[in-house]
């Protein structure tokens, strides 16, 4: 250990610990006293596991140490030389250099565009054997200056680089457009136009020039880039003759192209055809146009022919002009083509004849089976299989024939409604009885997810399957959206008044027991999974490769995403599999391995890295082999957005205290994290690249509701995610317990309500509720009474600037008839006092007034468009066995709905109510259209009030006046008088006795409003 002098016995008889670096009592490394750092060399450090004895110290500390040496890196190659380059065509470039070394395990090659300032790696070639290395650089652009570098490597380092050599791609030519014949000819005293058009592969600007000197009756004009016409101007009987014409293209590098035609200008007349409109057929199907034409010399001698059309497209020449066009499309054909023909006479005279031909996607189907789920006549006529049981067998294909397939539903029961989106005229995808019917899942008892099972298909065959889905079921405001899966993959149809959308999973293979089994349930947020029509098609397999797709077109999304869109040509393909590299020489790698994704043309890659380049191919494949890869296309993604974790809403007791920790993440970028609209109690504290943590701690005259708090995360790239929450601050003298009605997959209430989405059954039960503390309160609810089912009509802020929550004014359970609908509530102390609290909300302009009785108590509350009121029944007792019944029912019969929306228990122990006093809340300020008031509304949680005490200020925190003094039992009050444009914060007591013995509630939660301007 250096030159140290430390004795072995110091060693053993340390006090204390020691340091490496600083002196600690009887430092180990005998340093002076006054010492406090170690300046010497340590060679060797052992550290022993256990005490050892002292015998041993010596020979361990004289311990010979053994030691080895790796081997000597190789050296560094030496750098090739005599690189030597030439473009060898548009696309590629080769090159050859000179290995100088004999050590070399491989060769990087680097590239520049346009200029030597951007070098980046392209290759690596292996140890080459021989003394000249040749290398062809593919996939290049034409017109494109290259630059290249190349250095030698091996685990010794790299050999400088090459000199730069450079050189350009070759230049496209430009073509000319062919003309439907060598010469054009026309008839003496006519005017005629002939257009003509030239393209070039590099988009150039293309210049046409004529040659020859023209005619006097002949101009030129250039139309556009490499389009021109030509235009023959009656030219008189003594201009009759041959004009031999001659043009030449020429792009931005010299490239040229020359056209030659004869203008023959006689006395014959040309053919005139007659129109003929658009048609439209399927692919595999043959359809016969006829078409006609004539000659003021006469039809005899008249022939047609294809001009430009494709290779699908035949002419079969009748007589006198007449022929017929046969399109044939094979099963690749699918878009709009045009199509060109031309009828000549027998001087040489022709003319054309142009339509458009539209061929709709279709496959070679040998079977189909077509499948409606019926609820009620009346039912769907042939070809249909009208599905009536969980079960069904024997179904029938198109002509009638018995399938032996099977359709099985993973349910016990039929479930079904009849309520689809119908067309009144039979024009939606399929006809109306098919569409009006549904089998549904997740609500009313059936099972969120359900699994459909195609039994007695043919093993080695493959299948397309067309789910349907539609619904306008009144129960719920909107029904959602329906997915769909098969081997992992979902689809999804918003199935609220659809008509048209049907989702397919393509060239799908029947497991060995001949089934296809797919699942249908509802997403997040939607009250009902529908399925209303299956058509499964049997496809056959002729063998071939599947037709490459075409037209690949990549798009930057929003979070760094990227969207790939292709042209499906082949009606075969199994899936598409999707490329990806970051170079587009590759190495490509497959993003989506067993990809079922026949007939799609669109895919979404997810898994990129913000602003990268990335290159794309993809391929058709079959059981019989790849249709090939695409060429690349090249996408740069955009910033990926920070990803923030989700913040629940916070829930603490006046006096209490929280602290609440916040992160996240976005690897590479530097992040920023910043909190507003806290409330004064609460203090957010950053600790640095996206974290930091929020201290709550309100007061006791704190309590209420904090909505609207932000976090906002943001990048270093403009990146930006927010989430937003609440505080709620409790009253620690009452103990809550929420309770959100609703339909089952409608949107959920936040912590700490409880959420009973489901439909409301005679004995439903509900139990070990949780309370405001997020801890097991014990108690349970259970409707004695069923109630008819959901709604989601309730009002809705947008904000939830009302008395609760949006989610929970939103949906209710609800009835139609004159009948009390009691809940049982039970599980509480009967030692303990409680306060039930109901909450009614319609938002369809109708009085929906609700009346809530428990024992001898009953209270009434209108439900048309509130948002600010409740009402409660206090200081109720529960039975011996620790039960409450609460009853709810229309104020009048003749009323449409009574909603109950939310139930609220209180418990509050009677030593306070007997000492203090319970708090008012819910205090709720609007105004009335009008720029001198404000009304209040507040709940009454106390039954031993003598009255309230209602102050006002002009700012939150500062001094508040008294305005009013109101009576036990009143909630709600005007205030008059107010200026406008002045925002105003009131807060409320309650208290009960005078002088010594008066008593004050703390005061309730503050609510604000502003009064707009006059």
């Known amino acids: ?17 020691s340091a490496f670096g600083a002196s600690r009592g009887q430092n180990a490394f005998n340093s002076a006293a006054s010492s406090s750092y170690f300046a010497g060399f340590i060679d060797h450090v052992t550290v022993v596991k256990e005490a050892i004895a002292t015998s041993l110290v010596p020979s361990f500390v004289k311990s010979c140490l053994q030691s080895d040496t790796t081997l000597s890196l190789p050296p560094k190659p030496a750098a090739p030389s005599n690189l030597v380059i030439n473009g060898e065509n ?82 496209n030519m430009p073509n000319f457009n062919a003309l439907p014949a060598d010469s054009f000819v026309m008839h003496y005293s006519t005017t005629e136009n002939l257009n003509i058009g030239a393209t070039d592969l590099d988009g150039e600007t293309l210049t046409l020039t004529v040659i020859t000197t023209l005619p006097p009756f002949v101009s030129f004009n250039q139309t556009g880039n490499g389009t021109g016409q030509f235009t023959f101007i009656n030219p008189d009987i003594l201009q009759q003759g041959d004009f031999p014409m001659q043009v030449v293209v020429e792009d931005e590098n010299t490239g040229t192209d020359t056209l030659n035609f004869i203008l023959v200008v006689n006395d014959n007349n040309k053919p005139v055809p007659n129109s003929v409109t658009d048609v439209s057929l399927a692919e595999g199907a043959v359809l016969n146009v006829p078409v006609s034409a004539t000659d003021a010399q006469g039809n005899t001698g008249l022939v047609w022919s294809v001009q430009s059309s494709p290779s699908f497209v035949s002419v079969n020449n009748g007589v006198d002009g007449n022929a017929t ?20 006479d ?10 458009n031909a539209t061929v709709t996607h279709a496959e070679p189907v040998s079977e189909v089976v077509y499948m409606n789920m019926e609820n009620a006549a009346p039912v769907a006529n042939a070809p249909w299989n009208n599905i009536t049981n969980v079960v069904s067998t024997n179904l029938l294909n198109a002509v009638g024939a018995n399938t032996g397939i099977g359709l099985n539903f993973s349910t016990g029961w039929w479930s079904t409604s009849g309520q689809g989106s119908i067309t009144g005229d039979n024009s939606g995808v399929y006809p109306d009885n098919v569409i009006q019917d549904f089998f549904y899942g997740g609500v009313y008892g059936s099972p969120d997810t359900i699994s459909i099972t195609l039994t007695g298909l043919t093993v080695g065959t493959r299948y ?26 979902s689809k999804s149809i918003d199935v609220q008044g659809n008509k048209n959308k049907t989702v397919s999973f393509g060239s799908i293979a029947p497991n060995g027991s001949g089934q296809l089994v ?19 098609e049997k496809l056959v397999n002729d063998l071939s490769l599947p037709a490459m797709p075409e037209n690949l077109v990549g798009e930057a999304l929003s979070d760094a995403k990227v969207e790939l869109f292709w042209k499906d040509k082949s009606y075969n393909e199994n899936n598409f ?28 890659d997810n898994s990129t890295s913000s602003q990268t380049t990335y290159y794309y191919k993809i391929e058709a494949t079959n059981d019989n082999g790849s249709s090939g890869l695409t060429n690349f296309v090249e996408v740069k993604s955009t910033n990926r ?21 916040i992160s996240g993440t976005d690897p590479g970028d530097v992040l920023n994290l910043s909190v507003s609209g806290l409330p004064s109690f609460a203090v957010f504290t950053p600790t640095g690249n996206g974290t930091g943590s929020i201290s709550i701690n309100p007061g006791t005259n704190d309590v209420g509701t904090y909505n609207n708090i932000s976090v906002i995360l943001t990048d270093n790239n403009a990146g930006k995610t927010e989430e937003t929450f609440s505080i709620i601050v409790t009253d620690p003298s009452v103990r809550n317990v929420y309770i959100n009605f609703g339909p089952q997959g409608s949107p959920a209430a936040h912590t700490p309500w409880n959420n009973v989405l489901t439909y409301p059954f005679t004995n439903y039960v509900v139990s070990n509720l949780i309370d405001d503390a997020n801890t097991n309160s014990g108690f349970s609810i259970r409707l004695v009474d069923g109630w008819e089912g959901n709604q989601s009509a309730g009002m809705y802020t947008g904000y939830n600037s009302g008395i609760y929550p949006d989610n929970v004014m939103q949906s209710s359970i609800h009835v139609t008839d004159a009948l009390e609908h009691n809940i049982e509530i039970s599980g509480l102390n009967p030692s303990m006092r409680y306060n039930i609290v109901g909450f009614s909300s319609h938002d369809a302009g109708i009085s929906s007034s609700m009346t809530m009785k428990s024992g001898a108590s009953s209270v009434v509350l209108e439900g048309m468009y509130n948002d600010v009121k409740s009402v409660q029944i206090n200081n109720l007792t529960p039975n011996g066995s620790g039960v409450l019944t609460v009853s709810f029912k229309k104020t009048t019969s003749d009323l449409r709905y009574l909603n109950l929306n939310a139930l609220i228990i209180q418990e509050v122990d009677p030593a306070f109510i007997s000492s203090s006093i319970v708090r008012p809340f819910n205090l709720m300020a609007e105004t009335l259209l009008d720029s001198t008031q404000i009304k209040l509304t507040w709940s009454d949680q106390s039954s031993n009030e003598a009255g309230f005490e209602l102050y006002r200020a002009t700012s939150q925190y500062g001094s508040y006046s008294l305005i009013a003094t109101l009576s036990a039992g009143v909630t709600t009050y005007t205030n008059t008088g107010l200026s406008p444009n002045v925002r105003y914060f009131y807060k409320i007591r309650s208290y009960r006795g005078s002088g010594l013995s008066r008593r004050n509630s703390d005061y309730s939660n503050i609510a604000t409003e502003v009064l707009s301007p006059r």
């Open 1 to 17: 250990m250096g030159t140290t002098t430390h004795t072995i016995s110091t060693i053993f008889n340390s006090t204390n610990r």
């Open 90 to 171: 548009t696309t590629s470039i080769a090159m050859s250099f000179n290995d100088n070394s004999g050590n070399e395990t491989g060769f990087e090659i680097f590239r520049s565009v346009g200029d030597n300032s951007n070098y980046r790696y392209i290759k690596t070639l292996p140890a080459n054997a021989t003394a000249i290395v040749n290398y062809t650089d593919d996939e290049l652009f034409a017109n494109t200056i290259y630059y290249y570098i190349i250095r030698a490597i091996n685990n010794g380092g790299n050999s400088a680089f090459t000199s730069e050599a450079t050189t350009k791609t070759h230049n």
């Open 325 to 344: 066009v046969v399109l044939a499309p094979g099963f690749s054909f699918e878009g709009v083509h045009s199509i060109v023909l031309k009828v000549t």
């Open 346 to 355: 027998a001087g040489g005279a022709y003319s054309l004849l142009s339509f």
């Open 464 to 489: 397309n399957v067309t789910m349907f889905g539609s619904s306008s079921w009144a129960n719920f405001t909107n029904n959602g959206t329906t997915l769909y899966e098969y081997n992992g993959q």
């Open 518 to 536: 797919l699942r249908m349930y509802k997403a997040p947020g939607s009250p009902i999974a529908v399925l209303n029509a299956m058509v499964l």
């Open 577 to 604: 599999q999707v490329y990806r590299a970051t170079n587009p020489a590759g190495p490509y790698i497959l993003l989506n391995t067993g990809a079922t994704n026949a007939n799609d043309s669109v895919y979404v």
């Open 641 to 661: 957005l920070p990803v923030l974790q989700t913040i629940n809403d916070i829930v603490v007791q006046g006096g209490g205290s929280a602290n609440v920790n």
